[in-house]
Nanobody
């Protein structure tokens, strides 16, 4: 198995900051893509920010200029620095990791269990 552990969520006031961390572990040979998604009740899950192994970064338009995603490939970790948080950022945030395993089947696409981020005064 390849498992994903998320941390760093919580309650913050508008304008505040949080940093989310995501660690992938298990039968990992290599990781290609790592990213953060979020979901609120009644809406579909959406991409927040992601990084490919080549360094390409993708951000949702709603978070550009406020959020920064980074990777530590040696530690199989991805971070999401969230600044100037807004109430509309409130959601459950999920980490997604894709890559190759050391055992068959080679391909994996793993999700964390999700962590709550609440932005409120």
């Amino acid at each position: 198995q390849v498992l994903v552990a998320e941390s760093g969520g919580g309650l913050v006031q508008p304008g505040g900051s949080l940093r989310l961390s995501c660690l992938a572990y298990g039968t990992i040979l290599s990781i290609s893509d790592m990213g953060w998604y979020r979901q609120v009740p009644g809406k579909q899950r959406e991409l927040v920010a992601a990084k490919t192994s080549s360094g390409t970064t993708n951000y949702a338009d709603s978070v550009k200029g406020r959020f920064t995603v980074s990777r530590d490939n040696a530690q199989n970790t991805i971070y999401l620095q969230m600044n100037n948080l807004k109430p509309e950022d409130t959601a459950v945030y999920y980490c997604n990791v894709r890559g190759l395993r050391t055992i068959l089947p080679r391909d994996f696409d793993s999700w964390g269990q999700g962590i709550q981020v609440t932005v409120s005064s």
